[in-house]
């Protein structure tokens, strides 16, 4: 039950954040303003703005003008409400309240994450308004949390404000030092500046994973297009998808695939 009220959250909640992405590029307030169509401009109706079903039930095409809807809407709505429902899986507890901080810190940050990914998948941008929020709120959190749970001689490791400011200034140094000898060529200082709400969000040292992860998904990418011949060896793509693929791999399945590793080693 847990799981699909979470799952059903994310739905709409992930239905917001494309809403979100669009409004932002176009400077437009995603609060006071009804959905529309952005062939015709007609008003969504209510029940076709239900996420997740309504694509489908419309043939992904829009009931007035029957242009294509895009498939990142469903996507979007779809791998934000797994990405919840996985939260509420893991770390939801009714009965702790400190569980209730916590997966809405976590779906907090997977929101602004996924919204993130969308942004530079489509506009090679990441936007400072959700990213330094998050760093934000990240901090905030991370040292509510060490408050919450201090106690004398505890490992230093425990600590997620340490764990977090180290793994954050060890990705923005190695990012910060692609960034300076490419000239922006491998990547951006806003994928720079990502690293650091990664590394405050995971700590040390799952963001490891996280930008092994990355690279590694990155690259695959890139090949195939070459391969494709859909992009040249010089050519750009957004790293921040694979950023955040990276993250989502490593927070849920960090000690899976280390116990995996080190079997392989010993």
Same mark, same amino acid.
């Not at 690293?195 to 930008?211: E, N």
């Given at each position: ?5 979470? !799952? ?25 303003? +009804? ?10 109706? *209510?029940f076709d703005n ?10 992904? +095409? ?10 990142? #809407?469903?996507? &979007? ?8 429902? @996985? ?5 939801? &507890? ?10 809405? #810190? =976590? ?6 994450? &996924?919204?993130?990914? &969308? =942004?530079?998948?489509? =506009? ?37 404000? #340490?764990?977090?400011?180290? @793994? ?7 990012? !910060? ?5 490419? +000239? ?19 700590? *040390? ?5 996280? !930008? !092994? ?7 695959? =990418? ?23 693929a990276g993250t ?10 280390? @116990? *995996? #590793? *080190?079997?392989?080693?010993?």
């Amino acid at each position: 039950m847990t799981i699909a009220i979470f !799952f059903i959250f994310g739905l709409m909640i992930g239905s917001f954040l494309n809403v979100v992405v669009f409004r932002l590029r176009l400077a437009e307030s995603f609060f006071w303003t +009804r959905s529309k169509c952005p062939h015709c401009q007609s008003l969504i109706r *209510w029940f076709d703005n239900i996420p997740l079903l309504s694509f489908f039930v419309l043939g992904a +095409r829009c009931r007035d003008c029957r242009k294509k809807i895009s498939w990142q #809407y469903p996507l &979007v709505e779809l791998a934000t409400g797994i990405v919840f429902g @996985a939260i509420g899986a893991n770390f939801f &507890v009714s009965s702790e309240w400190l569980s209730w901080v916590l997966t809405g #810190y =976590y779906c907090l940050i997977f929101s602004a994450l &996924v919204a993130i990914l &969308v =942004y530079d998948w489509l =506009y090679f941008e990441i936007l400072g308004i959700l990213l330094w929020g998050s760093v934000f709120l990240a901090i905030i959190f991370n040292l509510f949390w060490d408050w919450q749970n201090f106690s004398f001689g505890q490992n230093i490791w425990d600590s997620f404000i #340490y764990a977090g400011v180290l @793994a954050g200034t060890v990705g923005f140094s190695l990012f !910060f030092f692609l960034v300076a000898i490419s +000239r922006e060529k491998w990547m951006g200082m806003g994928d720079a500046n990502l690293a650091i709400l990664l590394g405050l969000f995971l700590g *040390w040292p799952k963001i490891i994973l996280a !930008f !092994f992860l990355a690279f590694a998904l990155g690259a695959i =990418y890139g090949i195939i297009l070459i391969v494709l011949k859909k992009k040249k060896m010089k050519s750009q793509i957004p790293f921040a998808p694979f950023l955040v693929a990276g993250t989502l791999i490593s927070f849920f399945f960090f000690s899976s695939v280390s @116990a *995996w #590793y *080190w079997s392989l080693l010993f």
